[in-house]
Nanobody, 124 residues
Framework: QVQLVESGGGLVQAGGSLRLSCAAS????????TAWFRQAPGKEREFLAA????????YYADSVKGRFTISRDNAKNTVYLQMNSLKPEDTAVYYC?????????????????WGQGTQVTVSS
């Protein structure tokens, strides 16, 4: 099993940037596909970005393509989400997820390990 802990959330003005980190422990992180999701109040959990276990291939939701970048450093057991040009509608709790596969896609049901979430608030 792997444990995930997100950090880096906070309050930012529209147009600003944040970098979220997700630190993994408990197992060989390089054997896990990873992804970022978010959930705003009253809304379903939304897929944002995913990475293969090697990090060489990434996938994005259309809503964040060109603004968000997922990356990972397997030597540090950490996955990142760089978020630029933030908008008020990006306000949500952000979660990282992992699954012991090469790639697990964009469905939350495919990920068995989740962090506790970190709040991102974008002010207008």
């Amino acid at each position: 099993q792997v444990q995930l802990v997100e950090s880096g959330g906070g309050l930012v003005q529209a147009g600003g940037s944040l970098r979220l980190s997700c630190a993994a422990s408990g197992h060989t992180f390089s054997s896990y596909a990873t992804a970022w999701f978010r959930q705003a109040p009253g809304k379903e959990r939304e897929f944002l970005a995913a990475s293969t276990w090697s990090g060489t291939t990434t996938y994005y939701a259309d809503s964040v393509k060109g603004r968000f970048t997922i990356s990972r450093d397997n030597a540090k057991n950490t996955v990142y989400l760089q978020m630029n040009s933030l908008k008020p509608e990006d306000t949500a709790v952000y979660y990282c997820a992992a699954d012991r596969k090469y790639y697990s896609g964009s469905s939350a049901y495919e990920y068995h390990y989740w962090g506790q979430g970190t709040q991102v608030t974008v002010s207008s």
